[in-house]
């Protein structure tokens, strides 16, 4: 090790100059969600009442998949359950839950899983500040949530009908972003769980 220490010290004293960095430019990416009319036709509603789904994949492993079966075993229902009796007009309930899904293991060995969620209406994210008021429900998504937060790999996405897409990129509903800042408290520090 002190040869590449003398090495290097000789290199600098022959250049005279200190070495120097060059600026490193990153990059940032992220998946954006896309902008869709939230005021869909009536009778497209009443014909194809979901206009968007948010899926989590992620993957659980083995280790974890007793206790994760246990968990939905106990909330899946209740989650279900407990968003009706928040909203229990049915047309007013513009998120619905659709289940938590397992396929096969990938290449890592893990289980790979897929959470599920249906929007309707008008502008269901907004929704989401309402059902996460309620400690019941938040301590249940929370649950199923940090399966997601837990691993690495994860990735998220939201899906609307391609006939309700709109290319305005300055759409922001105040409403809209109340429930989006929700989603993002009631997600905070899961992978410490």
Same mark, same amino acid.
């Given at each position: 090790?002190?040869?590449?220490?003398?090495?290097?010290?000789?290199? +600098?004293?022959?250049?005279? !100059?200190?070495?120097?960095?060059?600026?490193?430019? !990153?990059? +940032?990416?992220? %998946?954006?969600?896309?902008?869709? $009319? !939230?005021?869909?036709?009536?009778? =497209? %509603?009443?014909?194809?009442?979901?206009?968007? @789904?948010?899926? *989590?994949?992620?993957?659980?492993?083995?280790?974890?998949?007793?206790?994760?079966?246990?968990?939905? /075993?106990?909330?899946?229902?209740a989650i279900i359950t407990?968003?009706? /009796?928040?909203?229990?007009?049915?047309?007013?309930?513009?998120?619905?839950?659709?289940?938590t899904f397992i396929s096969?293991?990938?290449?890592?060995? *893990?289980?790979?899983?897929? !959470?599920?969620?249906?929007?309707?209406?008008?502008?269901?994210? &907004? /929704?989401?500040? %309402? #059902? $996460?008021?309620? &400690? /019941?429900?938040?301590?249940?998504?929370?649950?199923?949530?940090?399966? *997601?937060?837990?691993?690495?790999?994860?990735?998220?996405? #939201?899906?609307? #009908? #391609? %006939?309700?897409?709109?290319?305005?990129?300055? @759409? +922001?509903?105040?409403d809209f972003a109340d429930?989006?800042?929700? =989603?993002?408290?009631?997600?905070?520090?899961?992978?410490?769980?």
């Amino acid at each position: 090790m002190t040869d590449n220490h003398d090495k290097l010290r000789s290199l +600098v004293r022959r250049r005279s !100059t200190a070495p120097s960095a060059a600026v490193l430019e !990153t990059e +940032v990416r992220s %998946q954006g969600a896309p902008n869709f $009319l !939230t005021e869909a036709d009536p009778e =497209l %509603q009443d014909k194809l009442p979901t206009i968007a @789904f948010w899926e *989590w994949n992620y993957g659980v492993s083995p280790a974890d998949i007793p206790d994760f079966i246990g968990d939905l /075993q106990n909330d899946e229902f209740a989650i279900i359950t407990r968003i009706e /009796q928040i909203i229990p007009e049915k047309d007013d309930r513009m998120i619905e839950y659709r289940g938590t899904f397992i396929s096969a293991t990938g290449e890592r060995g *893990w289980y790979e899983c897929r !959470t599920v969620w249906a929007y309707r209406g008008d502008n269901p994210i &907004a /929704q989401w500040a %309402q #059902l $996460l008021e309620d &400690a /019941q429900f938040k301590l249940m998504f929370r649950r199923v949530r940090r399966r *997601w937060a837990n691993d690495p790999a994860a990735t998220e996405r #939201l899906m609307s #009908l #391609l %006939q309700l897409y709109t290319y305005d990129d300055d @759409f +922001v509903d105040p409403d809209f972003a109340d429930g989006q800042r929700a =989603l993002m408290s009631a997600s905070a520090g899961l992978s410490n769980d």
